[in-house]
């Protein structure tokens, strides 16, 4: 099957002055973040790309612009890459909601956590949605395009994160241990009886893997892991 490539959008401004964003519109990159853009423009643009596809959040969409422009691949907008919605958290200081009872909860065992509000979201409803999102894009570019495909989602930290906890096969309450960098890009490659995980967090690495093989008909992708280990890609 296809291999997805995780793109977190870049430094947003939000970043940079500890709010937590959530779905408030007009939350774009700063300056550090438009040159991570830049920069993942360069190292993915030379892959066959198949898809770019994106959040609707506006730091999403103005961290593939680059990669748009320089591959000429035309954005699709998902929605349900979309961040969490986290309710009358939105907008608040990092530093005052550490004091809140739920963040203990939210770290500690968020498969239980639901942001308060009427617009609040849970974190288990976050990471359906998104593994059905990135399951649904996969299944269906590897349809048109085949199973060597390589495509690009560009996603927020927390469902990123729970993406990649669901092929690790990893229970939520663990995927804090998780790390994912503004700019960062996660690989996986999904088959049929399971997902691999090929690179997380990685923020300047060389994607030549990544490029298909050059056979004239394509083979379908193992499910079985190497015994060993293998000797890399």
Same mark, same amino acid.
């Given at each position: 099957?296809?291999?997805?490539?995780?793109?977190?959008?870049?430094?947003?401004?939000?970043?940079?002055?500890?709010?937590?964003?959530?779905?408030?519109? !007009? &939350? !774009?990159?700063?300056?550090?973040?438009?040159?991570?853009?830049?920069?993942?423009?360069?190292?993915?643009?030379?892959?066959?790309?198949?898809?770019?596809?994106?959040?609707?959040?506006?730091?999403?969409?103005?961290? &593939?612009?680059?990669?748009?422009?320089?591959?000429?691949?035309?954005?699709?907008?998902?929605?349900?890459? !979309?961040?969490?919605?986290?309710?009358?958290?939105?907008?608040?200081?990092?530093?005052?909601? &550490?004091?809140?009872?739920?963040?203990?909860?939210?770290?500690?065992?968020?498969?239980?956590?639901?942001?308060?509000?009427?617009?609040?979201?849970?974190?288990?409803?976050?990471?359906?949605?998104?593994?059905?999102?990135?399951?649904?894009?996969?299944?269906?570019?590897?349809?048109?395009?085949?199973?060597?495909?390589?495509?690009?989602?560009?996603?927020?930290?927390?469902?990123?994160?729970?993406?990649?906890?669901?092929?690790?096969?990893?229970?939520?309450?663990?995927?804090?241990?998780? &790390? @994912?960098?503004?700019?960062?890009?996660?690989?996986?490659?999904?088959?049929?009886?399971?997902?691999? @995980?090929?690179?997380?967090?990685? @923020?300047?690495?060389?994607?030549?893997?990544?490029?298909?093989?050059?056979?004239?008909?394509?083979?379908?992708?193992?499910?079985?892991?190497?015994?060993?280990?293998?000797?890399?890609?």
């Amino acid at each position: 099957m296809p291999t997805v490539l995780l793109v977190r959008h870049g430094r947003s401004t939000a970043n940079t002055s500890g709010v937590l964003a959530g779905w408030t519109p !007009g &939350v !774009g990159l700063d300056d550090r973040g438009r040159e991570q853009a830049e920069a993942l423009a360069l190292r993915l643009g030379e892959l066959p790309l198949a898809a770019i596809v994106s959040s609707p959040l506006q730091r999403c969409q103005e961290t &593939v612009a680059p990669l748009v422009a320089k591959t000429g691949r035309k954005r699709v907008t998902e929605k349900r890459l !979309g961040e969490c919605r986290y309710g009358d958290w939105t907008g608040r200081k990092l530093s005052e909601l &550490v004091k809140e009872p739920m963040w203990r909860v939210v770290q500690a065992h968020p498969s239980a956590a639901v942001f308060p509000g009427p617009d609040g979201e849970s974190m288990a409803a976050m990471a359906a949605r998104g593994v059905a999102a990135i399951r649904h894009w996969d299944a269906r570019i590897a349809a048109e395009h085949g199973p060597n495909s390589v495509w690009v989602a560009c996603s927020h930290g927390d469902v990123i994160k729970a993406i990649v906890a669901d092929a690790m096969a990893m229970h939520l309450d663990n995927f804090q241990r998780i &790390v @994912v960098d503004p700019g960062s890009v996660t690989a996986i490659s999904y088959t049929e009886t399971r997902p691999f @995980v090929l690179r997380v967090n990685d @923020v300047g690495g060389d994607v030549s893997a990544y490029q298909p093989p050059k056979v004239k008909r394509r083979r379908r992708r193992s499910s079985d892991a190497v015994v060993g280990g293998g000797a890399g890609a």
